[in-house]
């Protein structure tokens, strides 16, 4: 059975650095794209970004271009989204994902979220 | 990036069929039949019930279609039940954009 497990969500100040991580289980993780997805309180779901299974390509969303960096370690199992400058519009709930399907297209299995809140 | 035009909500009593539709362009939609669609309750994280259009996972019901005209995608429930009240998200790959997908803004199905 495939388990996603996100930890790292706490209350930080704006301008403040949050490292998530997503521990996986239950499929081969090195084989795998993931993806970080949020959802801010009361709204939808935004893609925030991607990593291949090898770990050398990554994409960001424009909103989080050049303050969040994606990484795995494929000998841990476990991926990260290391995030900084963070300001009020970064608080969500983040979730990791497994991607699948054709291109890439979907999202098979899901994290239970980590909430990050940026507030002073 | 715009994303996938979803209606808010829709709404049907039990055992009727509802249509969830899911807009987009060329780029997207219209592009590729890689359509995906989600369901998340409330506190819980999303869970995919149709993926490339029209393909169902393992074990999801088959009260669960996918279908796609155009540059429209559809959802159907049909047989509606309690469980089936919950936010849907629709889901494209797109030529658009770095991060290579969209996602609608959701509806909310209510189940009356």
């Known amino acids: 059975e495939v388990q996603l497990l996100e930890s790292g969500g706490d209350l930080i100040q704006p301008g403040g650095s949050l490292r998530l991580s997503c521990a996986a289980s239950g499929f081969t993780f090195s084989s795998s794209a993931m993806r970080w997805v949020r959802q801010a309180p009361g709204k939808g779901l935004e893609w925030v970004s991607l990593?291949?299974?090898?770990?050398?390509?990554?994409d960001y969303a424009d909103s989080v271009k050049g303050r969040f960096t994606i990484s795995r370690d494929n000998s841990k199992n476990t991926l990260y989204l290391q995030m900084n400058s963070l300001r009020a519009d970064d608080t969500a709930l983040y979730y990791c994902?497994?991607?699948?399907?054709?291109?890439?297209?979907?999202?098979?299995?899901w994290g239970q979220g980590t909430l990050v809140t940026v507030s002073s | 990036q715009s994303a996938l035009t979803q209606p808010a909500s829709v709404s049907g009593s039990p055992g009727q069929s509802i249509t969830l539709s899911c807009t987009g362009t060329?780029?997207?939609?219209?592009?590729?039949?890689?359509v995906s669609w989600y369901r998340q309750y409330p506190g819980k994280a999303p869970k995919l019930m149709i993926y490339e259009v029209s393909n169902r996972p393992s074990g999801v019901s088959n009260r669960f279609s996918g279908s796609k005209s155009g540059h429209t995608a559809s959802l159907t429930i049909s047989g509606l039940q309690a469980e089936d009240e919950a936010d849907y998200y629709c889901?494209?790959?797109?030529?658009?954009?770095?991060?290579?997908?969209?996602f609608g803004g959701g509806t909310k199905v209510t189940v009356l």
């Open positions: 994902a497994k991607v699948s399907c054709r291109a890439d297209s979907c999202l098979d299995s």
């Open positions: 060329s780029s997207d939609v219209g592009g590729y039949n890689y």
């Open positions: 889901s494209s790959y797109t030529s658009s954009n770095a991060l290579y997908v969209l």
């Open positions: 990593i291949s299974g090898g770990g050398g390509s990554t």
